[in-house]
């Protein structure tokens, strides 16, 4: 009976996570959609970041009022962060191609590829950072910078849990449907929040 009761707990869990990254999923298009796609995404994506972060601190309550709380309120954050983020990986994917294929000279093609690997890490802590701390526009793009440079373990894991998640996607094409955007931002949130706790207590120290 002990086991029967085991296993009828675990798939109520799973059940449970199911339908709650289902809720999420819902919730992000849904807003995204409100936003009219290009102002809605990154404030719907801040907000599912937020949702999964008081999850894992054990400070969730109700989904809905949290989530639409978090993306009235950092609406306009959420997309400044964003835009810069999604801007400056894509000027210097784009600089790096042009360096690849016309220009060809290798110590500026290394510059760019570390600025491009420092835009990308930084883009992968702004919106934990956004969740966790009350800064300024500035401040959370320094913050995010601080968080991947000096943990380095934490970044790489999150690279390694993103590439899972991806390839779950493939596996289970369904997963994509049921729970994408909450099943990927769940090692990102995970991670950078060990980086930032880590970090918080240096500074303390």
């Given amino acids: 009976m002990k086991e029967m009761r085991g296993i009828i707990k675990g798939s109520y869990v799973l059940g449970q996570r199911i339908i709650d990254g289902l809720i999420l999923q819902l919730?992000?298009?849904?807003?995204?959609?409100?936003?009219?796609?290009?102002?809605?995404?990154?404030?719907?994506?801040?907000?599912?970041?937020?949702?999964?972060?008081?999850?894992?601190?054990?400070?969730?309550?109700?989904?809905?009022?949290?989530?639409?709380?978090?993306?009235?309120?950092?609406?306009?954050?959420?997309?400044?962060?964003?835009?810069?983020?999604?801007?400056?990986?894509?000027?210097?994917?784009?600089?790096?191609?042009?360096?690849?294929?016309?220009?060809q000279l290798p110590l500026l093609h290394y510059v760019l590829i570390l600025l491009f690997v420092l835009c990308l890490g930084t883009s992968l802590f702004l919106f934990p950072t956004l969740c966790r701390y009350s800064l300024k526009y500035g401040e959370y793009l320094r913050q995010a910078a601080i968080l991947f440079f000096s943990n380095i373990i934490e970044s790489i894991a999150i690279l390694v849990g993103v590439f899972i998640v991806v390839w779950l996607y493939v596996i289970f094409p369904i997963l994509l449907v049921i729970a994408g955007v909450p099943l990927l931002i769940f090692p990102i949130i995970w991670f950078a929040l060990q980086a930032m706790v880590k970090t918080e207590r240096k500074a303390e120290a």
């Fill in 27 to 103: 919730l992000f298009i849904v807003y995204t959609l409100r936003g009219a796609i290009i102002l809605g995404f990154f404030p719907a994506l801040a907000a599912v970041f937020h949702v999964i972060y008081l999850a894992i601190t054990r400070k969730s309550g109700k989904f809905k009022p949290a989530f639409e709380q978090f993306y009235k309120e950092n609406f306009k954050i959420s997309n400044q962060l964003g835009y810069t983020a999604l801007t400056g990986c894509l000027f210097l994917w784009v600089d790096l191609r042009i360096s690849a294929t016309y220009i």
